[in-house]
Nanobody, 122 residues
Framework: QLVESGGKTVQTGGSLRLSCQAS????????LAWFRQAPGKAREGVAGIGTNGVAAAADSVKGQFTISQDNVNNMLYLQMNSLKPEDTAMYYCAARGSNCNLQGLREADFGTWGQGTQVTVS
């Protein structure tokens, strides 16, 4: 089960940290990632951590968003800085039962999803 939290409305330029409780998804067996979906747009891979612990962010958010995980507590995080109105979206945590292509996170490659948490930048 994946449960996201931390989404809220923030002002442009602000920061936010999203959390995902990833119970049952051991970091060595699952690729964990964050996706986002803005109204009327396709779901977009934002950042991921592979089974070997290597992390990467999409080019669109590189230097702005950072993904991390707490393996002891089975938590996945997304630190978002310098937020812009175009970052407004529903953010989802996702798991894939094998390694993943961190350079091209695809929705179709992930079989387990959380319910999402809304981030609005005004």
């Amino acid at each position: 089960q994946l449960v996201e939290s931390g989404g809220k409305t923030v002002q442009t330029g602000g920061s936010l940290r999203l959390s995902c409780q990833a119970s049952g998804y051991h970091h060595s067996a699952y690729c964990l990632a964050w996706f986002r979906q803005a109204p009327g747009k396709a779901r977009e891979g934002v950042a991921g951590i592979g089974t070997n612990g290597v992390a990467a962010a999409a080019d669109s958010v590189k230097g702005q968003f950072t993904i991390s995980q707490d393996n002891v507590n089975n938590m996945l995080y997304l630190q978002m800085n310098s937020l812009k109105p175009e970052d407004t979206a529903m953010y989802y945590c996702a798991a894939r039962g094998s390694n993943c292509n961190l350079q091209g996170l695809r929705e179709a490659d992930f079989g387990t999803w959380g319910q999402g948490t809304q981030v609005t930048v005004s």
